[in-house]
């Protein structure tokens, strides 16, 4: 418990003290994770979902052209669902060209094309990102699609992807790029979803605040260098299914792309367990479909309830003085 100056018990505006609000605030999460959690699961069966790895292409047809072939691939698998990779719709780094082909996320043709697919295949698709028109940039926009065709949750990537890689020239996603503002969670038929795209892997509080309200299954679709992916991809997707207990769903770029970059690949599935289901590798677009179970994220939450167990704690800094 909080102590006051004169050594009394430190209230919050609700007029409980500290300690009393955290075992408030455990108790619903215990209810909203672990039993509320297997409520929301009751009804579902595990599905099948198709994790696909691209090349994109530096214009939208060439991206939209290979949607036919992805969806029937996935029907021969009897596929409920298609996950897309970070900038599917189109991988452009050169904003005067690119300005004249983004449009309004309402106007964008590839995601018109992903919900004409969707209603004619009867099965959901997570478009993983297409650039559109923000209010002074693009924005980096993902949609995710019911079978019907319909636009059910969105998100613009909120963490920008601003490094500079040793010997390499800055990355710079914020001069072409607005960032979002807010993180989606989507009750789906097949569980509670979780919107992510690329550089959000590296903000751990952002996939504990989507597990802690009952997120399942989280998408991460991305666009790794090779450099950073080769150090750090299957690593950071582990250690975010582990932490959570949530499966992670992450397709990705691959290879040398139109406009001169090149993107590491290795799209994968990691259990809430922290076990790579599916990796396709780092050399060629390709697809594969994977059965995913809900019912493995109750599982691992039960046996390490870790969701339940964060606590408030100072940082004290202490001057040790000099060597």
């Not at 980096?140 to 490094?163: C, E, P, R, T």
């Not at 450099?227 to 207990?245: D, K, Q």
């Amino acid at each position: 418990m909080e102590q006051s100056d004169d050594g009394g018990s430190r209230l919050n505006h609700s007029g409980l003290s500290s300690e009393a609000t955290q075992n408030i605030l455990f108790a619903w999460l215990f209810c909203c994770i672990i039993t509320r959690g297997s409520d929301m699961t009751e009804d579902m069966q595990p599905f099948r979902l198709t994790l696909v790895q691209t090349t994109s292409s530096n214009r939208h047809e060439d991206n939209i052209a290979l949607l036919d072939e992805i969806g029937a691939q996935a029907v021969d698998t009897n596929s409920n669902f298609i996950a897309l990779p970070e900038v599917f719709g189109m991988m452009n780094r050169d904003f005067k060209t690119a300005r004249q082909l983004v449009v309004l996320a309402e106007q964008d043709p590839v995601i018109r094309a992903c919900q004409k697919l969707a209603a004619q295949l009867d099965l959901w698709i997570h478009l993983g990102s297409t650039p559109v028109l923000g209010q002074s940039k693009f924005r980096n926009h993902s949609a995710l699609i019911d079978k019907g065709g319909n636009i059910v949750a969105q998100y613009d990537k909120i963490h920008l992807f601003d490094i500079q890689l040793q010997g390499q020239k800055p990355t710079g996603e914020s001069t072409r790029f607005e960032p979002g503002q807010a993180l989606s969670l989507v009750t789906t038929p097949f569980a509670p979803i979780g919107l992510t795209i690329c550089y959000d892997l590296r903000f751990p509080h952002v996939f504990r605040r989507l597990a802690q309200a009952g997120c399942l299954v989280c998408f991460v679709p991305s666009a790794f260098t090779v450099a950073t992916g080769r150090a750090h991809w299957e690593v950071l997707l582990r250690a975010r299914a582990i932490e959570n207990g949530m499966w992670i769903v992450a397709a990705a770029q691959v290879g040398r792309h139109a406009d001169g970059r090149e993107t590491w690949g290795h799209s994968m599935i990691v259990s809430p367990w922290g076990e790579v289901i599916c990796d396709l590798g780092g050399e060629r677009a390709t697809q594969r479909t994977v059965e995913i179970d809900p019912e493995e994220a109750i599982k691992a939450r039960q046996q390490i309830p870790s969701l339940l167990h964060d606590r408030s704690f100072e940082l004290t800094r202490i001057e040790s003085g000099k060597l």
